[in-house]
């Protein structure tokens, strides 16, 4: 399928239902349907051929996703650029991907004016909402351009979407997702996590990311989009209630605000079917908090750029066991494999491990990307022993369940034994006091690395260093508990919402890392 078919299903539904909503404002099926095809008609005319890359770039806007939905009518491929990047990140992107138009918020004229000198190959800009030197309005392109699209027929195994990867170090790489990657990843959806008919959708979260894959099987099924333009979680409590929303989804760094907030308790949450939460593991604490005064909505989405969302799924009912009572022992799993995605854990010489042995988390079948784009040495890389390797440490359970206990790049060795960062994280946020925290491993002359633990507070919290350390030891032994903690005010974070850890190594040691200064 291409993208702008899941809004066509939508508008098969009923044309007049609401689409996209901002605020009190919606837009029928039928509306959005009809400005994609002027957007198609407009790509067309301006040169654009099928295959060419198209890029946009804004916050969440209604008018930036019905673009999306235009680009693929006219047989362009996408390319979602995060405002949050820097702009030298920005420009390598799109000269990797070699994007010849690009659709903007004049909000962000200061990147793209930093950026568009070096890139001669992009010829058209568009700003979607303002006037800018060197772009033409929407409006005025549009009207310029105005004509029915040709029809334009792809293959499933064509190019929709060229995605940056979420690294925090090196070059960038553009992950080539085709129609059938995204097919399967909506359907995955559809088949995981419960839905009613016509579901309403609230996007906090950037649409260039996950939020955005999960509109497609909301339109699938005739449903609303709320898209909410700037994150404030008061305003997400309040949307929820007032447009009875059954979707959503955060990363858990955002859940623990929610959490935190004042007005959560008095919100009326009872349409909620399903939260999702993923990009970031999240504390099994905060999860039951979660479950208790959420409700039992829950649902983790566990994926990355090159697998999108789905590569195993923990539904709302997966959190409970059949009595009723919270499956405690699951809530640090990240869910079972989804039934058209093989996962297996691999030893580094290419064997496969049985269960609750830890090795890389390696995947496989049509949700997989189809290679990192113009970089065939990352693609062998990657894909080596015929599987996909996500640089995730796990392991698999007697009952299928994946547990995730680290990325390859952040075990720690530490006086011969192995430490997972992710498990120090796990006991530490246990602790009530404990909003957020980031474990890394820090050369030490004894112990070859120490583990050392950076601790963001909840608000009106207290706890000291010799507390947070006794607390992991009494959990993990003291070869896990950190020698070193750090209490800040907060953890450099991504544009995505990921623990910036190499920064955090640079903020402690006073040395920038490499690309390739850990395994």
């Not at 796990?394 to 206990?405: M, Q, R």
Request: aromatic share 6%.
């Amino acid at each position: 399928m291409r993208l702008c078919d899941y809004l066509d299903k939508g508008a098969s539904l009923g044309g007049d239902a609401p689409c996209l909503t901002v605020g009190d404002v919606s837009q029928s099926y039928a509306e959005v349907r009809r400005r994609s095809f002027a957007i198609a008609g407009a790509l067309q005319d301006s040169g654009i051929n099928p295959g060419d890359r198209v890029a946009v770039l804004s916050a969440n806007d209604p008018l930036a996703l019905t673009c999306v939905f235009g680009i693929s009518r006219a047989g362009a491929v996408w390319c979602p650029v995060n405002p949050r990047n820097e702009a030298a990140e920005n420009r390598e992107l799109l000269e990797l991907f070699g994007c010849r138009c690009l659709f903007f918020q004049a909000k962000f004229a200061p990147l793209v004016d930093r950026i568009r000198g070096d890139l001669p190959a992009l010829t058209t800009l568009v700003c979607l909402d303002g006037e800018v030197a060197g772009a033409v309005t929407f409006d005025e392109w549009i009207s310029k351009h105005s004509r029915e699209p040709d029809e334009v027929t792809v293959a499933d195994d064509d190019l929709c979407v060229l995605a940056g990867t979420g690294g925090t170090t090196g070059r960038p790489k553009g992950v080539r997702l085709t129609g059938h990657n995204l097919e399967t990843a909506t359907a995955l959806t559809l088949m995981s996590y419960p839905f009613g008919d016509r579901p309403r959708y609230l996007a906090l979260a950037p649409l260039t990311h996950s939020a955005g894959v999960l509109t497609f099987p909301i339109m699938a099924q005739g449903g609303e989009t709320v898209i909410m333009p700037a994150p404030d979680l008061g305003e997400f409590l309040r949307l929820i209630e007032h447009h009875r929303i059954t979707h959503a989804f955060l990363p858990p760094t955002v859940i623990y605000g929610l959490l935190d907030h004042p007005a959560l308790d008095s919100t009326d949450l009872s349409s909620l079917r399903c939260l999702w939460y993923g990009a970031a593991p999240m504390s099994p604490a905060r999860l039951t908090e979660a479950l208790h005064r959420i409700g039992p909505v829950m649902g983790q989405l566990f994926g990355q750029t090159e697998a999108p969302n789905m590569i195993a799924t923990l539904a709302p009912a997966d959190h409970f066991l059949p009595d009723g009572s919270i499956a405690v022992s699951r809530l640090s799993s990240a869910g079972r494999p989804t039934p058209l995605t093989q996962v297996a854990i691999m030893a580094p010489d290419g064997a496969l491990l049985p269960a609750r042995e830890r090795g890389e988390i390696v995947v496989r079948g049509p949700l997989v990307m189809a290679g990192y784009h113009e970089n065939p040495g990352a693609t062998a890389e990657v894909s080596r022993h015929g599987w996909h390797h996500t640089g995730d440490i796990g392991y698999l359970d007697e009952d299928n369940y994946l547990f995730i206990v680290d990325r390859t790049k952040d075990m720690i060795i530490t006086g011969g034994f192995n430490v997972y960062s992710a498990e120090v994280e796990q006991a530490l946020q246990a602790h009530p006091a404990v909003q957020d925290s980031a474990v890394v491993g820090l050369p030490d002359d004894k112990w070859g690395e120490r583990v050392t633990a950076v601790v963001q507070l909840r608000a009106a919290r207290q706890a000291d260093a010799a507390e947070l350390t006794a607390f992991v030891k009494e959990r993990l032994g003291g070869v896990k508990a950190p020698k070193q903690v750090e209490i800040w005010a907060d953890l450099p974070r991504s544009k995505v919402g990921k623990v910036l850890k190499a920064e955090i190594r640079q903020r402690l040691t006073g040395e920038r890392e490499s690309p390739t200064s850990r395994p």
